[in-house]
């Protein structure tokens, strides 16, 4: 999300950073540059235009001029001003669902992904919040729209209103909201019918809903790569249904994320969710500030440690520093963090997380080191024995060449593998041995804390959590999950440069 305005800003300020000094007309060089990427990556002209008025007036006083780092100075009132456009000034804070079974009504045109996203929420609220939720399709026109969240309620483990032919929406919203008064459900969720374009008689038959329901929150599903077609699409349904709040979708896409930019300065409305694929829980809150570390390529180290939270137990954590701490680290605790790994959204996903990894992407690339490299390495794990994965050492020239053959691989990868495996566990062993209690306990111990992981609702803890992580982990653990041999922005380690390049 976002990677061409990311990558023609990166390169604005790094000229700035670069300079030394600089004079006002540098200042105004630099933001004629910053407007024209904005346009570029679709934002509103009025959006760019009052973003860039915005930040020229701040840039151009004596507290930059005279700054002793007066790049990075103009790269901070950017940062602010991305989170002021962003968030707007008011924050819109978390789903209004006090009062149960509270409302939340799903609207959006047609192929936006209201259907998926219903689902993707109704996950979130039942396994982060241990909501009761209950989903109902008022979808009446397409064919097979009510099976098709009756499935994904199946997938997800929610639960969905029993499917009464000929009823129209208006009686399926009733019969939703008499459903979860009586079945105890905290939260039910209605998924409107969309078309491909505004009309009368589709804003006719969600208000008639709306007034029915009387929702708490009127989520707007919206397309991240129809750029500023959403921005009017969101001014429509607002002027007409009242939304409280934005859901944009597949914003892992190539799109150029300036609806994004512009839905807040044009609507008033918060973003409140992005779609990020298909998966069910390829979903995330939007944070504001997040979102502008990450454009700026100053990375999102609180999104990493969250993530890495969300895939590694407390308890299994607790074993795994046990057993570092010890100096052991064999194949299949290797096979656990390259899993996590994966799951953590792969090489791609944790680099634009990590401050300063996005320049660093480049040379991952021509390292051919990516997603496929590390299922090529699970591949040559898995195909190893119990006994093997439990001591590599024990591996001779015959085996060797028997489980490259069953990873459908070659001795060569293999051998990178193993070299790559004993660099690891000789830093096991150092951090093991270092500091009072190890040094990696200690990192283990800012990241989870002693008595287990940080408040995930307590922004403070979980900032603390990741200073703490990126401060005591060296370069090639990132945070569990860990970066093997990434770490610190250094070049990539003998064990994988040339692991993933094709002969």
Known sequence: MFETLSDRLGGVFDRLTKQGALSEDDVKTALREVRVALL??????????????????????QSVTKSVTPGQQVVKIVHDELVHVLKGDD??????????????????????????TTAKLAKRLKEREGK?????????????????LQILGVQIGVDTLPIVKGEDPVQIAKRAKTQASLGGYDVYMLDTAGRLSIDEELMQQVEAVRDVANPRETMLVVDGLTGQDAVST??????????????????????RGGAALSMRAVTGRPIRFVGLGEKMDAIEEFHADRVAGRILGMGDIVSLVEKAQETIEAEQAEKMMKRFQKGRFNMNDMKMQLDQMLKMGGMEGMMGMMPGMKK????????????SVLKRQIALINSMTKKERANPQLLQASRKKRIAQGAGLEVRE???????HRQMSDMMKKMGKMGKGGMLKQAMKGMF????MPDMNDPAAMEEAAKKMGAQLPGGMGGMGGLPGLGGGAALPPGLSGFGKKK
């Open 414 to 420: 293999l051998n990178q593998l193993i070299k790559m």
């Open 132 to 148: 009761k939720v209950l989903m109902a399709s008022l979808d009446v026109n397409r064919p097979a729209a009510m099976e098709q």
């Open 40 to 61: 570029e990556a679709d934002v509103s002209l009025p959006v760019a235009r009052d973003f860039v008025k915005a930040v020229q007036s701040k840039a151009t006083g």
């Open 449 to 452: 804390g002693k008595g287990g």
């Open 360 to 371: 660093m992407s480049k040379q991952v690339e021509e390292a051919g080191f990516d997603d």
């Open 91 to 116: 924050d819109a804070g978390t789903l209004k669902i006090d009062n149960p079974p509270a409302p939340i009504l799903m609207v959006g045109l047609q192929g936006s992904g209201k259907t998926t």
């Open 234 to 255: 969101a001014e429509n349904f607002d002027g007409r249904i009242g939304i409280t709040g934005v859901v944009l979708t597949r914003m892992d896409g190539d799109g």
